[in-house]
């Protein structure tokens, strides 16, 4: 199945940045479907299929995530966090999760937003995790 339009704009939103991992990362997303998505009522979790032969990022430790952007949504009260997770390289799964909130039943119009609006925190720690300046 395709990713929803929450989905990618969050993914598109953490992939920003000049960074080369980022920017493997970001090719990722070109044919990227979602092998299964579960709702638990306050969130989801996505677990991602990139294509054959997609080039993994040189990211040297097997799994990282991150997750520095929120989602502003009508109808829920508080915002919207997200988690990537990378594996070997590659997009493995988005989770989404609300604050004491249920998880809307549409979400069609909505804002994604940097928890804070300089990344280098963010960025930096994921440069770190992998070794990488």
Known sequence: MYPT???LAVL???LQGNHPILSALRAQLQGLLVKEREYSGVGFFSELAVLAGALPAAVPLETISF???IAIVDGVDNDIGFLLTIKHGLLHDLEGYTFNDPWPDDIIEFEIKYIN???SSELNMICVACQLT
Do not use: F
Request: charged letters at 50%; a negative charge.
């Open 67 to 69: 997750g520095d952007v």
């Open 12 to 14: 598109e939103k953490l």
């Open 117 to 119: 609006s300089d990344r």
């Open 5 to 7: 339009a929450l989905e």
